[in-house]
């Protein structure tokens, strides 16, 4: 049976510890090329718009950041649930690893969207369906933040914090349809997995590249976060001792 | 299990009418936040009228949510929800019964009151049967949800604050609905599409949100 994969390996935050370092270290160095090849071609390559003038660039923000803040509340309810479900401890801080990155881009989808609502639609902010869903995301990320740091035992902090963020789940489809089910002022999708995008091939590859970009860092950073939480729960443990006196 | 469920429902009855100030305190508070509009936005009957939906919808929905905290913080406080935990009935038929119970004190006042304080705002009296039964279909919708965050935030510090952050947001579906219900009346398009999807929440609230709220009375109780 020796050869057989040990699945659970990296669920220890002992063997997580230095795969989080090298992962951090890989996702971060690919964020940072990815982000200046995709921001090279926002502003050099792509042509211009003919209806939205050079105003439309932001696109290559706004809609990576609107994506990365929906998919990392899955990816953040994924885990509370596993941690919910099998009693794992590194999934709970996962989750809390990544609750302030998804906090951080649906507050810059919703910064960038206003900066762009202002010159094609004449105003910073509407009531429309899919703004109205994304502040929404923004407040169920503030209270699964708010709810963990009110609570001091950090089991309990990650088993409420699970229940809240999968009660909360309901609402990323929302957002997603929204544009479909209620037509309002938002445009709907631009690109979809079953047709061709209706933009040019430029813009789509460099909106694709900022997504790459945003992910990456996502990652990075959430693995930078995960590694704290690592140590600071595990503060009292031998290899935490060992680890943190090898350095000093 | 009726019998169990009957006997929570009386016993919680029991006990808020043993304690009438506290039932009343949230009624007067839904009185006073409605009244405060006309004073607020000045008392043109036209504006009144449009905003009446949207005022009355969020006091109740702030009242409801004040009177959340006390749902399990006394049988906490008591020892009593300990031993609820401990008993061979189902948790979350024993939460769903007082969700119900909590209901019939702090809600349903809130549906009887409605038709007076939309009277303040000029509000077409062939409107009220949507008002109320809007109200009646999503304020047990407010209860049940909010069950879930008062029991996530059960005896933690900063608990009413918390409870609006984690609660609020889970609240603005119903709200929407609910509120365009009368909208949707006004314009003459009929409330009926608005209801049915109030009905929905409240179904699916049911099903879901008492054993929710078990788990998280458990995580509470770890």
Redesign the interface.
Known sequence: MSSRINWFKYASPQTFYPLARTLAGGFGLLAAVFCVVGLYIAFFVAPTDQQQGEAYRIIFIHVPAAWMSMFIYLVMAFWAGIGLAFNTRLSGMMASALAPTGALFTFIALWTGSLWGKPTWGTWWVWDARLTSELILLFLYFGFLALQAAIDDPRRADRAGAVLALVGVVNIPIIYFSVKWWNTLHQGASVSLTGAPTMAATMFAGMIIMAFAFWFYSIASAMMRVRCIILERERNSDWVAEHLGSRA | MLEIVLRVIRRDLLLAMRRRSDVLTVLLFFVIVVSLFPLGVGPEPALLRTIAPGVIWVAALLASMLALSRVFSQDHADGTLEQMLLSATPLSIIVAAKVLAHWLITGLPLVLLAPVLALQFDLPQEFFGELMLSLLLGTPALSLIGA?GAA??LG???GGA?LA??V???Y??VL?VGAGALDAAAAGLGAGAHLSLLGAFLVVAAAFAPW?VA??LR??F?
């Open positions: 879930i996530l935030t933690l510090r900063g918390l952050l984690l609020l947001p889970l603005i579906p929407i929710v788990v998280s995580i509470a770890e």
